[in-house]
């Protein structure tokens, strides 16, 4: 079993930054692959970025590339996103998942995903 426990959402103009993070607890050793995704009001569930374990590995939705970071710190079991130039249209909720299987080939999928936290709301006004 695995716990995802998400932080650092909040408001923000836009252009403005934050960085949300992912902190993971339980059984989480293996070759894991993290995802973020994001939800607005009304809209269906959207990919956001993923990173294997050893973070060698990242991607992006198009719609966010050049503009956000995923990182993480394995000694933490931690995952972060990094947002940069926010735009209204960024206002969501963003939950992180976790695919214990590793299926990096489908990692825009949010049904590969075992784990999923809480989500954290993120508001960018304009």
């Known amino acids: 079993q695995v716990t995802l426990i998400e932080s650092g959402g909040g408001l923000v103009q836009a252009g403005g930054s934050l960085r949300l993070s992912c902190a993971a607890s339980g059984r989480t050793n293996g070759n894991y692959v993290m995802g973020w995704f994001r939800q607005a009001p009304g809209k269906e569930r959207e990919f956001v970025a993923a990173?294997?374990?050893?973070?060698?590995?990242?991607f992006y939705g198009n719609s966010v590339k050049g503009r956000f970071t995923v990182s993480s710190d394995n000694a933490k079991n931690t995952v972060y996103l990094g947002m940069n130039s926010l735009k209204p249209e960024d206002t969501a909720v963003y939950s992180c998942?976790?695919?214990?299987?590793?299926?990096?080939?489908?990692?825009?999928?949010?049904?590969?995903?075992?784990?999923w936290g809480q989500g954290t709301q993120v508001t960018v006004s304009s």
């Open positions: 990173i294997t374990l050893s973070g060698v590995n990242t």
């Open positions: 998942a976790l695919d214990p299987r590793g299926r990096w080939s489908s990692r825009t999928d949010p049904n590969i995903y075992w784990y």
